[in-house]
């Protein structure tokens, strides 16, 4: 399973970026699915999940302004990100996880640099 994400970049405080996630198999298969920024300095964190029903949770930081959504047909995962901050300056990667008899399973992408600028 590969994943891989597009869509980072340099916006000012305030403006908008999507990122986008596509996998090489249907996600589907997979429980969950979400996104995780790692500041330099600081450790890898949690921003957004899916489930496969649908079901939504955000890290408090971002509530309000970040959005995580899926489209099963293209086997992609969004993440809409509005009113952006400096501190939202992260790399920012897909997560994709799947459970299974033998045991829980965790796929990355490579990552997408995102950057506000104040």
């Known amino acids: 399973v590969q994943l891989v994400e597009s869509g980072g970049g340099l916006v000012q405080a305030g403006g908008s970026l999507r990122l986008s996630c596509v996998a090489s198999g249907s996600i589907f298969s997979f429980n969950a699915m979400g996104w995780y920024r790692q500041a330099p300095g600081k450790q890898r964190e949690s921003v957004a999940a899916?489930?496969?029903?649908?079901?939504?949770n955000y890290a408090e930081s971002v509530k309000g302004r970040f959005t995580i959504s899926r489209d099963n047909a293209k086997n992609m995962v969004y993440l809409q990100m509005n009113s952006l901050k400096p501190e939202d300056t992260a790399v920012y990667y897909c997560?994709?996880?799947?459970?299974?008899?033998?045991?829980?399973?965790?796929?990355w992408g490579q990552g997408t640099q995102v950057t506000v600028s104040s």
């Open positions: 899916i489930g496969s029903g649908g079901t939504t």
């Open positions: 997560n994709a996880v799947a459970f299974r008899p033998t045991g829980e399973y965790d796929y």
